[in-house]
Structures are given as structure tokens and as C-alpha cells.
């Protein structure tokens, strides 16, 4: 009589708890893995992002405004007049320079007749990959209440609020890119490599709510530039004119038309991805020193950055 072989009970419990065992020790090496992958094509987005801004600048003689029309304020209407139809950002004009010269044409042709709201035109809703960084959640996100796409990077418009009290519209501010700037990189006398182009943002949702953070072409509520007044992936909520959905690592603070703001953020481990005046990328902790991130933010504001 022949007998069978088989696991007994214990042995077939030992072989799971050793296949739970190694899973548990290579999952975490699978994650770090993908996330060196996002954060290599985060940073390689954010160097495309920097040579386009720079090929502008070549062209054009200074970089794209942050916002062509400045940022919405109690007179905003008054003051626009009959060109409230253009609510683009910086992303716009820098489209050719990112493999986009299709939808750049169509951009521009919009823009002689202003038939609607930027967001409105067919164009609107189109992703552009260059702008979607894999860590983001929320990307790639079209809005669900017809806002178009969103981006996951953003310009720095400086070290104070986009909207401070004295300048309702955002012009004259500090950094390289705000309303209706025209900075030229030589404008950055605290040095090209000391001075923030872009950084990062992380889109929310809209869930019944509008969320403007990194909307592209109805941007005028800064949600397409930030300030370093705050360190990256700082717990302050940002203040973008009542168009906040917070999600975790993204709250929302006190939202108001004046003192608005957004801040750097990321999902990569420890820090923000940003792309400095002179076309590098640096990774930037969490742990910079405040002061350090603050002044980074400026083009001319004579601080000397520790190495």
C-alpha cells in the first residue's frame, strides 16, 4: 500500500508566516523604489519646466508673468474690463517650449476674440504630462466643475502673500513671477542659483467645492504660484479666496481676497522638489531653516544664504 505525502498543518503555517515574512521585507523596498522613480521624473519635469521659463526668457527678453492680470481683488472686475476673458497663468506663454505648440495656437486664438472664461475654451480640460508629478495623489486632475486642468507645479511669486493689503492685484512683489511681471534673470541680484523659479503643489479634489490650487487657466485666486513664508509641506493652511478642498498634508487656513497664499508641498519623503533661477533643481527638506527658505524666495532682497 502506497502512502501520500503531504504538508502537515504546522508546515503549511510555517511556509505562509515565511511568505508573509519576505513580503513584508520587500514591499517596502518595492515602494522606495517607485518613489525614486516619481521623484527622478518629478525632478526632470521641474528642469523641463526651468529651460522652457529660461527659452522664454531668451526669446522674450524676461520671463512670463506669474499672472497676466494680476490676482483677483474687490475691484477686479472695474479694473480688467473687457478682458476678464484671459485668467491664465505663466503656464501659457511657456507652452511651445514644453512640446505644446498645438495647444499654444489654439490658446492664442482664444485670446483674440475672448468668446468666455479661459477655463471655457475646448482646450481647457487638456493634461499636460510635463506638469503632473507621479507623487502627486491628486494628479492628474481635471476639475469636476469645469475648471479645466490642473497642475502640479507652481512659480514662486515670492516671500510674502500673492495679494498683500498694499498691492491688492499682486504686482510688484518680490520673486520672479508674479502679476503682470516682466523680471529679467539678471533682476535677480541675490544670484540666479540662490533665487526659486518653481516648486511643487498637491492638488485637492473638487468635491463640490471648487479647489484652484494648481488650476491652469481660471489661475487668478494664487493657486498657481507661492510664497516662502512658510517651509515646505508646512501644517499653516493655504489661503486661496475661499477655493480650498483641505486633504491631508494640504489644508486650508482663514480665507480671505487680501493675504492670500499657497505653499510648496510635496509627497515625496521629506521635502519639495524646486527648480532654482539658474535652471538647477535642487531637493529642498522640510528641515530648511525658515529664514533660509524665506530669503529664498526673493530676487533681491541682499540676504546671504548659508551653503
Known sequence: MRTRRGFTLIELLVVIAIIAILIGLLLPAVQKVREAAARMKCTNNL??????????????????????????????????????????CWIGPILPFIEQTALYTQYQNW????????????????V??????PSDPGAPKVSALGQGAHSSYVVCHGSGYATPTTSP???????????????????????????????????????????????????IHAGTSFSTMYPPNSTVGDNVMGYCV??????????????????????????????????????VSNSVTPNTWLWMGTRAGGEVLPN
Not at 527678453?61 to 476673458?85: H, M
Request: aromatic share 8%.
Open 128 to 133: 499636460i504630462s510635463t506638469l503632473v508629478c
Open 169 to 219: 492685484r499682486g504686482f510688484n512683489l518680490d520673486g520672479m513671477l508674479y502679476g503682470q511681471s516682466k523680471t529679467r534673470l539678471t533682476d535677480a541680484t541675490d544670484g540666479t542659483s540662490n533665487t526659486l523659479l518653481a516648486s511643487e503643489l498637491l492638488q485637492s479634489q473638487d468635491t463640490g467645492q471648487h479647489d484652484v490650487r494648481g488650476r491652469i487657466w481660471n489661475s
Open 246 to 283: 483641505a486633504i491631508p498634508g494640504a489644508p486650508c487656513g482663514t480665507q480671505s481676497t487680501t493675504n492670500a497664499y499657497s505653499l510648496a508641498r510635496s509627497r515625496h519623503t521629506g521635502g519639495v522638489n524646486a527648480v532654482m533661477a539658474d535652471g538647477s533643481v535642487r531637493f
Open 47 to 88: 528642469k523641463q519646466i526651468g529651460l522652457a521659463l529660461h527659452n522664454y526668457h531668451d526669446q522674450v527678453g524676461y520671463l512670463p508673468a506669474g499672472e497676466p492680470q494680476g490676482y483677483f481683488s474687490s475691484n477686479w472686475y472695474a479694473d480688467v474690463g473687457t478682458k476678464d476673458g484671459d485668467r491664465s
Open 111 to 126: 485670446l483674440v476674440t475672448l468668446p468666455g472664461l479661459t477655463d471655457t475654451a475646448p482646450f481647457a480640460a487638456t
